[in-house]
């Protein structure tokens, strides 16, 4: 372990811990754009600045290790004026069109403008314009508002091992993008949408469906695999517009493509609404008391013709357990026959 | 399941997902685990980082052999023989965990070792196709490591012989003592939300809720008493066996809930006739599915966003699931459906809440008498989970196995019922991709899936489409026994020479047209979806 | 015969540019004609040679005979014939084309360590660089020295990275040696991208063995087993120099397993890098071996902890290492008695800008900048006043003339704002505009830059739109201020060096310059003359001949008037491109 002092608090951490992570663990708040505890330290959005008694510079706070003894200043003024810098930097070669952007009131960026209460910028000039859709049908890539954190090419490296993208160009130009800027085409699984901290990456289906203030989020877990990954449901006016995950649940955040873009068949016009009888051939919409009534006399009748072993009961891997549960007593108490079964075997 | 079961005592994954990274040597033996468990894979992924050894045997190279250190690529089919044969090198080289298996195991007797005895390297290699050297080099890998995990799916279930395979892994497992520990286990990976939680609810023939069977008095008196109805003792019918039954007369009515057989059952041919010729069938889904469209009754559910309840996911974890929207128009969850169908039946289901309904799963059921929706409000809890102050269990047999000793079981390797033939010259296997899921259901009805993975198509190896004049994306008849689908040949290196893949998810060309429904596994009744014979043949239409 | 006759040609980059390659054909042939088969006979040898410096010179040629050298410079291959006659023959110098006086002085008060040898040796022979004492000090090393020893013997010489930031080589293979690991690297730094220099370029074509015998006892003092050149594809002759090298190296058993039978194994690979500034910075260089985008990250950990693939990594310039068999050698102490007591030995410049003289030098350390323009360079061209001096590249500051007398080291250079760098030294008169240069480098920097951090990708931006403004004539009131505020930031926050430094020729110009910064911006005025949106073009009427040569030349018609009469430019039209000025023989056109 060791011991050290942020902003005059001592903090003990094991070995191998960053000063950001300590000051984090302390409660002290230090901005950071390019930080994501999931990933490899990267050290570009330098808004993590801290001054270290008896360095010569102020050093990045993610990227250094807390050792021992270590006095850290996490605020000077000369500090505050260089991350004010950045923001500002930032700022002037953004859209600032956060009055439709999607990402508003859920964006990083923005967050730090209204921190630095950036009204004016000392900077502006030149501004990246790209005018090229990526044609892919799930991430609409707005590079405009890319701040070249450079999360979604690590996390695409170093957690999904697919490395679809990178920064390409140098200087002013640089631009993360695929190879040789063809459209996306991966395993669309999105984390890069999810490590976003602008709205450079957002998800298509969710486009205009609802802003973030107006969002309900529920917590559930995934109808998917059997991973039972940790979801995040957006909802609005009663629709699903998108699915998030947090990074402190047990899939630590990440997702699938299933997972996180395929849940538009909740709301989808297919689904059934009403009861459905067959007479003549041809379904007819029927209410609940005659479907069920239906149902049970057709049962009883079978039960008593045949026996109870004569009906068989098929229940779902994709029904909650308490569902199974009363399925199966259904079929055990009610129709008295062991005649229950799932598709584990498929 | 019942494999597992049988060798200590209980079927589920010994460890959980997330001791995955802090194995040092993952080996995955019939999963696909990028496309179908893609976060699993993850932690495989972070575990490779971090320095772990990853061994992958497929007949096909899946995403995954990417990462892996070793590609194991057997013929379809010959899981046994690759297992007896690590074995025998595992044996021979004295490489495993005496103490363990003097103290924790049975069966390690003169029989199962003469067995091993004829599976030599030479011999895996002649059945599996996989090299000598690289079997035993995943021997050594295997039992030379501290915390080795296997993982496993239905490329290792889903043949006639699948109960068998699993006894071979657990033999492994157990041989080389990488059970009962931390990061060190038998890892069956289950492919649906909560196939586990269906299973532990008692939805088998045999079993109520926690694997209690149905046959012994004891469980039936418990079970009658709090239910308060007289129950049968006579284990029921599994659902391949429910079709049988039906086509011999003996089934007149089917209740099927969320389930889309006539897709994903094999055989999918037979399977709608006998659908069909019930007497009555009902059918209780969120869409009009291929069997629902067979049914005397449609009953419209509402899905996991519109209701409450707990899932258990693969590493037997209750988590809860949240209504987050009203579903649309009269659809209801489940549970009120079944509850409402008892009381027209005559039988009252009385819970204000659902929460109250998995009080009763724990009053039958003691492994998750500890766990409630207010525990769960703050994160999923793994069974067992006895009483309300217990953690819940992330990894199995610390302390011994249900069954008191690991059991070795002597396999000997069967080749799958159908054998490519001169009529039917190529092994077909199926499976899943990474964008559709099972029979499509939800995910072709999700456009932008449907844009990257819009059409099935069957892949099959450049020399194989070579010699018979096959160009990528053209059409193709492919023709099993049972019946005949046409759909797009996709020329790729995935699957080796004699070997084709087709995905399961399409109704336009369902692969389970061309599987076997009668080849089933004799304890587990799962049927051989991963091997059968196919002919190929240039589309003329 | 009986006479000894060499031939020494100058097959540099620059010396190839100029012809070196006919010239060497044109002695070959001639000679032959002659009846003396230069390549037969043992008496008589032309050798290529690499850059000594002078390129301006070019092509240069040293007639050697009986050990008495003579040099000729710009030679061209129909000046070849007579040189055989009258000079090899007929043993008559040919007087009118022998270098002069001025070629001697750009040599006097140079030291020459590292390029004591291009020029001498033929850099495709590895016999010419074993015949000056080549291979000597790995053979002394593995005789007599213990890594330790060695790296005792650097630290005590006092040699210092050549790269740019002169961290001091001993010190820095000490650190790699202790970091445990049991695989470790050595690479060579070749990645030189400041504009205008070619110093490691020069070494590696005239003498690439000497860089390849430091690596080897780098790698010997710090336990590596191999070591990579990483080299800009840019320089195809320096990169087929020193695969030749490396290959004769290998069969002379300098290189490969068990070497010179001390049981050590060594090789080299080289790797090439497609141009990019950054990646002369040690962790862009070691991403881009890797074969990751070329992007430096934080340090630490430092390459020589965590470095190529996670192994302990020293990385040295070329300069660098080309100065240790030199110091294996003649010991620590000779080298120590060359600079000042912090920077030890000589540094090679690439001198260029407005000095008569251009072309690359080495120097002792502390030598002052006024011998080094004055007495190497021979002053400003044109006799012009000097203004300032840049050194260190893009990375660098300007140095005004007031300062001349400034020592050449890497504490006075940092004392003034600037840097000793890789060793790019640009001379100034009056003729350049400050702003102007500050926006050229900055250009440069921007384009460079890898775009990792927000500080450099659009800060360097922001700086460069500023300084174009100020040129342009839009420069607003502030500007100076925002330009150092900035700066500042930008100096503080990049990420590498590359940002860290990029502000550098901007802050030393406003610090040494700021008048120019104002008139450009509140007078709307450039004092030297360069930037063209301030310049006005006006033709004096009292000298104007009315010659018409102005109005010819004009390639937007902006100039009207009579023949015989007056002229005068419309300043709409005019772009201001200065052909009239160029072409006016009586002095009638005003530039301000």
């Keep these: 372990m060791n011991t050290l002092m942020i902003d005059g608090k001592y903090i003990e951490v094991p070995e191998g811990t960053t000063i950001l992570e300590a000051a984090r663990r302390a409660g002290i708040y230090i901005p950071t754009l390019c930080d994501d505890p999931r990933l490899e330290p990267y050290g570009a959005c330098r808004l993590c600045l801290v001054q270290v008694k008896g360095m010569p510079r102020p050093v990045t706070s993610c990227t250094t290790p807390a050792t021992d003894g270590m006095e850290v200043q996490t605020s000077n003024e000369q500090i505050e004026r260089i991350r004010k810098t950045i923001v500002e930097l930032l700022l002037s070669d953004h859209p600032n069109d956060c009055m439709v952007c999607e990402k508003a009131g859920d964006c990083t960026l923005q967050e730090l403008a209204y921190f630095y209460n950036l009204r004016e910028n000392r900077f502006w000039g030149e501004r990246r314009q790209y005018t090229r859709k990526d044609a892919n049908p799930f991430i609409e890539r707005d590079m405009e508002k890319c701040v070249l954190c450079g999360k979604c090419v690590r996390v695409c490296e170093e957690v999904q091992g697919v490395a679809a993208i990178d920064i390409a160009y140098r200087g002013f130009q640089a631009k993360v993008c695929p190879p040789f800027e063809r459209d996306l085409d991966c395993e669309f699984c999105g984390q890069c949408v999810s490590v976003c901290p602008t709205g450079a990456l957002i998800g298509k289906q969710s486009l205009g469906k609802g802003r973030q203030k107006d969002i309900k989020r529920v917590d559930t877990v995934c109808p998917y695999c059997g991973c039972g990954c940790n979801i995040t449901l957006h909802v609005s006016r009663n629709e699903v517009i998108r699915v998030t995950s947090e990074p402190d649940t047990l899939n630590e955040g990440w997702l699938c493509v299933k997972g996180r873009f395929g849940f538009r068949f909740v709301n989808s016009p297919d689904r059934l609404k009403t009861p459905l009888i067959r007479r003549n051939g041809r379904f007819e919409e029927a209410t609940w008391t005659e479907a069920l009534g239906y149902i049970a006399s057709n049962l009883k009748r079978i039960k008593k013709q045949y026996g109870a072993d004569a009906i068989a009961g098929l229940s779902s891997a994709r029904c909650t357990n308490e569902e199974n549960y009363l399925f199966q007593k259904f079929m055990r108490a009610v129709i008295g026959t062991n005649n229950v079964d799932h598709c584990a075997r498929y | 399941m019942a494999g597992l079961a049988t060798v200590f005592g209980s079927g589920a994954m010994t460890n959980s997902i997330q001791e995955i990274e802090d194995n040092d040597l993952i080996f995955v033996i019939g999963s696909n685990t990028k496309e179908n468990h893609p976060i699993v894979a993850l932690r495989m992924i972070k575990a490779v980082r971090r320095g772990a050894r990853l061994i992958v045997a497929d007949p096909r190279k899946v995403p995954l052999v990417r990462f892996a250190h070793l590609w194991l690529q057997q013929k379809p089919g010959t899981d046994v023989a690759l297992l007896n044969s690590m074995m025998h090198v595992i044996v021979k080289e004295e490489l495993y965990d005496r103490e363990f298996i003097v103290e924790r195991t049975e069966g390690f007797n003169r029989e199962f070792l003469d067995n091993l005895e004829e599976y030599t390297p030479e011999v895996g290699e002649k059945i599996t196709g996989v090299s000598k050297d690289k079997i035993i080099e995943a021997a050594r890998l295997y039992a030379t490591a501290e915390r080795a995990g296997i993982y496993y799916t239905m490329g290792i279930t889903q043949h006639s012989h699948g109960s068998d395979n699993v006894f071979s892994i657990a033999n492994l497992a157990l041989m080389c003592g990488n059970l009962g520990k931390e990061s060190s286990g038998v890892n069956p990976l289950r492919g649906q939300n909560n196939v586990q939680g269906s299973t532990d609810m008692g939805c088998i023939p045999d079993s109520y809720p926690g694997y209690q069977k149905v046959n012994l008095p004891a469980v039936k008196e418990k079970f009658e008493h709090l239910w308060g109805v007289k129950l049968s003792e006579k284990p029921g019918l599994t659902a391949p066996e429910m079709i049988f039954e039906a086509e011999a007369g003996n089934v007149r009515a089917m209740y099927i809930m969320g389930e889309n057989p006539v897709l994903s059952d094999p055989d999918v041919n037979h399977t709608v006739k006998i659908l069909k010729e019930l007497d009555f069938l009902v059918v209780q889904d969120i869409f009009m599915t291929e069997t629902a469209e067979l049914a005397h009754v449609v009953l419209p559910a509402a899905s996991f966003a519109e209701k409450d309840g707990t899932f258990t996911n693969t590493e037997r974890r209750v988590q809860r699931i949240r209504k987050a929207i009203d579903p649309p128009g009269r659809a209801r969850d489940d549970a009120w459906i079944i509850m409402e169908l008892s009381k027209t039946m005559g039988y009252e289901m009385k819970y204000s809440h659902i929460s109250e309904v998995f009080n009763e799963i724990g009053m039958a059921w003691p492994a998750v008498a500890g766990i409630s929706y207010s525990r769960l409000e703050r994160g999923g809890i793994q069974w067992p989970c006895p009483t309300s102050d217990h953690p819940g269990t992330p990894y199995l047999f610390k302390g011994g196995f249900p069954r008191g000793r690991g059991r070795f079981t002597t396999v000997r390797f069967r080749p799958s019922m159908e054998p490519p033939d001169e009529e039917y010259p190529f092994v077909l296997t199926t499976g899943r991709q990474l964008f559709q899921y099972h029979t499509g259901t939800m995910t072709r009805r999700v456009d932008p899936i449907n844009k990257v993975a819009p059409e099935p198509y069957v892949e099959i190896h450049p020399d194989d489409a070579l010699r018979m004049d096959i160009q990528d994306g053209e059409m193709v008849r492919v023709s099993s026994r049972r019946g005949s689908i046409r759909l797009k040949a996709m020329v790729v290196k995935r699957p080796e020479p004699g070997v084709v893949f087709i995905p399961f998810h399409f109704k336009e060309a369902a692969a389970n047209v061309l599987t076997d429904g009668h080849a089933l596994d004799p304890l587990c009744k799962i049927p051989e979806l991963k091997v059968c014979a196919v002919r190929i043949e240039k589309d003329r239409a | ?592």
């Design chain 3, 1 to 592: 015969m009986g006479r000894e006759v060499e031939i020494k040609i100058c097959m540099g980059t620059g010396g190839l540019a100029a012809g070196g390659r006919a010239v060497m054909n044109a002695f070959a042939e001639g000679l032959k004609a002659e009846g003396i088969d230069a390549k037969v006979s043992e008496n008589c040898s032309i050798h290529q040679v690499g850059c000594r410096g002078f390129c301006a010179r070019d092509v240069l040629v040293d007639v050697i005979i009986d050990g008495k050298r003579t040099t000729y410079q710009y030679i061209k291959p129909e000046m070849v014939e007579q040189i055989i006659k009258n000079h090899i023959i007929g043993g008559e110098v040919v007087q009118d084309w022998t270098v002069k006086e001025d070629y001697q002085a750009f040599h006097d008060k140079q030291v020459k360590v590292v390029l004591a040898d291009c020029g001498e040796v033929d850099p495709e022979d590895i016999d010419s660089y074993i015949s000056r004492r080549g291979y000597e000090a790995l053979q002394k090393v593995f005789r007599e020295m213990t890594p330790e020893k060695v790296i005792n013997t650097i630290e005590a010489s006092g040699l210092r990275g050549r790269g740019g930031a002169g961290f001091p080589t001993g010190v820095k293979w000490d650190f790699a040696r202790r970091n445990p690991g049991d695989v470790k690297y050595i690479i060579c730094n070749a990645d030189e991208g400041d504009p205008g220099a070619f110093m490691d370029r020069s070494v590696i074509e005239g003498n690439p063995h000497s860089v390849i015998e430091g690596m080897i006892i780098g790698a010997y003092a710090i336990g590596a087993h191999h070591g990579y050149v990483y080299i800009r594809a840019e320089y195809p002759l320096a990169v087929e120099r020193l695969k030749i090298a490396l290959e004769q190296a290998r069969q002379r058993g300098f290189l490969g397993r068990d070497i010179l039978g001390s049981g050590f194994d060594f090789d080299i690979k080289i790797k090439l890098g497609a141009g990019a500034f950054v990646c002369g910075e040690e962790t862009a260089l070691i991403a881009s071996i890797e074969g990751k985008r070329g992007m430096p990250r934080p340090k630490p950990p430092f390459p020589a902890q965590k470095g190529l693939w996670g192994k302990p990594t020293v990385i040295n310039n070329v300069e660098t290492l080309a100065n240790v068999p030199a110091i294996i050698r003649n010991g620590a102490l000779w080298f120590a008695k060359f600079g000042t007591e912090k920077s030890k030995g000589t540094k090679v410049f690439a001198l260029t800008g407005k000095v008569n003289n251009t072309g690359l030098i080495e120097v002792p350390m502390g030598i002052s900048l006024r011998e080094i323009i004055y007495d190497i360079g021979g002053g400003i061209e044109g006799g012009r006043k000097l203004k300032a001096v840049q050194t260190g590249g893009p990375s660098g500051g300007c140095i005004p003339a007031e300062y001349i007398d400034i020592s050449v080291d890497y504490e006075s250079l940092a004392r003034m704002g600037s840097i000793v760098g890789s060793g790019g030294m640009v001379v100034m008169d009056e003729t350049d505009c400050m702003v102007n240069i500050a926006k050229y480098f900055l250009e440069f920097t921007q384009a460079e830059s890898c775009g990792k951090c927000v500080p450099c990708r659009i800060g360097t931006k922001r700086l460069l739109e500023i300084l174009s403004r100020i040129t342009d004539g839009r420069g607003r009131p502030g500007d100076i201020d925002l330009l150092v505020t900035l700066s500042e930031d930008v100096k503080a926050g990049s990420l590498c060096g590359l940002g860290q430094t990029a502000p550098n020729p901007v802050l030393s110009t406003i610090k040494y310059f700021r008048d120019e910064y104002e008139a450009h911006i509140h007078e709307k005025r450039c004092p030297a003359g360069v930037c063209k949106n301030l310049l006005t073009y006006t033709i004096i009427e009292e000298f104007c001949k009315g010659c018409t040569m102005c109005a010819r030349v004009c390639p937007a018609g902006a100039i009207v008037g009579e023949k015989k009469q007056p002229h005068h430019i419309v300043q709409e039209i005019c772009i201001k491109c200065g052909a009239c000025f160029e072409t006016c023989k009586f002095k009638a056109i005003k530039k301000g």
